[in-house]
């Protein structure tokens, strides 16, 4: 497992925008599919985006496809979630998550595909 540390949160207004970032240590980030997940309150963990490990093939959840922008730098094994257009139903626990990956190019949605965990960073949008 590697270690993965969020960054980025905050308080915005609705229409704002915030870059998360995560930072992989413990390992070569080229080795790993990334995926960002949430948590709002009372709700159970959902997926919202995954990048694959060449970084050419991305998904995201409908809410945040046109909002949301899911990136990687492998050079500073880091990951980004550029979010834009925020709504307050953003509003949750934003988790990274890594996947030892054998291939290139897959993306998962799926929690239980992921086997390391960041320990969240706090997204809260006003109306």
């Known amino acids: 497992q590697v270690h993965l540390v969020e960054s980025g949160g905050g308080l915005v207004q609705a229409g704002g925008s915030l870059r998360l970032s995560c930072a992989l240590s413990?390992?070569?980030?080229?080795?790993?599919?990334m995926g960002w997940f949430r948590q709002a309150p009372g709700k159970e963990r959902e997926f919202v985006a995954a990048i694959s490990r060449s970084g050419d093939n991305t998904d995201y959840t409908n809410s945040a496809q046109g909002r949301f922008t899911i990136s990687r730098d492998g050079a500073k094994n880091m990951v980004y979630l550029q979010l834009n257009s925020l709504r307050p139903e953003d509003t949750a626990v934003y988790y990274c998550?890594?996947?030892?990956?054998?291939?290139?190019?897959?993306?998962?949605?799926?929690?239980?595909?992921?086997?390391?965990w960041g320990q969240g960073t706090q997204v809260t949008v006003s109306s």
């Open positions: 998550a890594a996947r030892y990956a054998s291939d290139y190019w897959s993306v998962e949605t799926r929690v239980q595909t992921y086997g390391s």
């Open positions: 413990g390992g070569p980030l080229s080795m790993y599919a």
